[in-house]
């Protein structure tokens, strides 16, 4: 395991009772590197929304356990937010609510010369994500061929 993927799942662990606590879904946990400064991303979410003030709660509270902890060996900023529109599509409970819902995927290598490919979810299980386009024709995608899926935003 990758010291990024090992902070992600303890920064997870730790944090996703506050999360809970205070009322809301832990959505994604993501540390990564921008322009020479490490960030460390919490996403969470509720129904209706998340606003500052609910990121602004979380953070505040686990900032104590980020500074009593202390795993994480690289200086960073910590930040909390929601997953937005887009919102991608990472657990179980995910693909579960996103059924019939218009997704994107993007995938790692062309397939059929493209890489993004929107259609509606259809199924999906450990391995496989399966989409339906407009004309009722399928197509299936190896999980590890994807890159990102999400739910479409459309404008």
């Given at each position: ?13 730790l ?90 995927i ?19 299980d ?22 990102l ?7």
């Amino acid at each position: 395991m990758s010291r990024r993927e090992e902070y992600e799942q303890t920064t997870e662990r730790l944090i996703e009772p506050v999360v809970t606590e205070l009322g809301f879904e832990l959505v994604d946990v993501e540390y990564v590197k921008e322009g020479g400064t490490w960030y460390l991303r919490t996403y969470i979410d509720k129904p209706g929304g998340i606003t500052v003030d609910d990121c602004e709660a979380v953070s505040r509270r686990f900032s104590d356990i980020l500074d009593e902890k202390d795993y994480i060996e690289d200086a960073y900023v910590f930040e909390v937010s929601s997953p937005g529109l887009g919102r991608p599509l990472k657990k179980e409970k995910d693909f579960a609510r996103s059924i019939g819902r218009e997704v994107e995927i993007r995938t790692y290598r062309a397939i059929s010369h493209q890489k993004e490919f929107v259609g509606l979810l259809k199924a999906y299980d450990e391995n496989t994500v399966t989409i339906t386009y407009e004309d009722d024709t399928e197509q299936t995608f190896e999980r590890s061929e994807i890159a990102l899926i999400r739910l479409a935003l459309d404008f």
